[in-house]
T-cell receptor, first 115, second 114 residues
Framework: GAGVSQSPSNKVTEKGKDVELRCDPISGHTALYWYRQRLGQGLEFLIYFQGNSAPDKSGLPSDRFSAERTGESVSTLTIQRTQQEDSAVYLC?????????????FGPGTRLTVL | AQSVTQLDSQVPVFEEAPVELRCNYSSSVSVYLFWYVQYPNQGLQLLLKYLSGSTLVKGINGFEAEFNKSQTSFHLRKPSVHISDTAEYFCAVSEALGGFKTIFGAGTRLFVKA
């Protein structure tokens, strides 16, 4: 019974480089979320995938951010031309929506530092 | 659109004292409400939830929260805190019908002092 895993756990990159963050959800979970948590701040919703429906991208802060999900498994969050303000912990969560609500299970996060 | 406001960014409290962490939300539809906890260097985990029924819900570690529809609040309480309760607490809301997008508050850091 593995939980949600994320890789890498830490990523240091230079301004202007592209980065790719990976999330492996709990097997069988149809919903997957990405959040950003800046130092000392709350969770900022980025994007939500649910089954085969079109993803809810309403939280992506700019067109430099994109995410993909392969079926109901792995998801990757890509940040192009990284900026210093992109430095944050990026959290992934997955859930199995049922009965009208879902408990989200969170991964440990990827700490991104843009120099 | 939904929103969540956690009125206190930090709450220092002495061990064995009671604590209340405040949360207010806004939504034009029925909602589900949640409190998540993030212990130092750990991931978030669900503390308790309100879906329907009794407005007083109990969670893990002796925490409880009360849903007040007229005041659009969902405050978290514990009658006697322990050092181990030191953590970040997040209030969250999602629509009860259609969609599972969850909006989180900015978080309240509870710091329990000996």
């Amino acid at each position: 019974g593995a939980g949600v895993s994320q890789s890498p756990s830490n990523k240091v990159t230079e301004k202007g480089k592209d980065v790719e963050l990976r999330c492996d959800p709990i097997s069988g979970h149809t919903a997957l979320y990405w959040y950003r948590q800046r130092l000392g701040q709350g969770l900022e919703f980025l994007i939500y995938f649910q089954g085969n429906s079109a993803p809810d991208k309403s939280g992506l802060p700019s067109d430099r951010f994109s995410a993909e999900r392969t079926g109901e498994s792995v998801s990757t969050l890509t940040i192009q031309r990284t900026q210093q303000e992109d430095s944050a912990v990026y959290l992934c969560a997955s859930s199995s929506p049922k009965g009208g609500w879902d408990e989200q299970f969170f991964g440990p996060g990827t700490r991104l530092t843009v120099l | 659109a939904q929103s969540v406001t956690q009125l206190d960014s930090q709450v220092p409290v002495f061990e064995e004292a009671p604590v209340e962490l405040r949360c207010n939300y806004s939504s034009s539809v029925s909602v589900y409400l949640f409190w998540y906890v993030q212990y130092p260097n750990q991931g978030l985990q669900l503390l308790l939830k309100y879906l329907s029924g009794s407005t007083l819900v109990k969670g893990i570690n002796g925490f409880e929260a009360e849903f007040n529809k007229s005041q659009t609040s969902f405050h978290l309480r514990k009658p006697s805190v322990h050092i181990s309760d030191t953590a970040e607490y997040f209030c969250a809301v999602s629509e009860a019908l259609g969609g599972f997008k969850t909006i989180f508050g900015a978080g309240t850091r509870l710091f329990v002092k000996a």
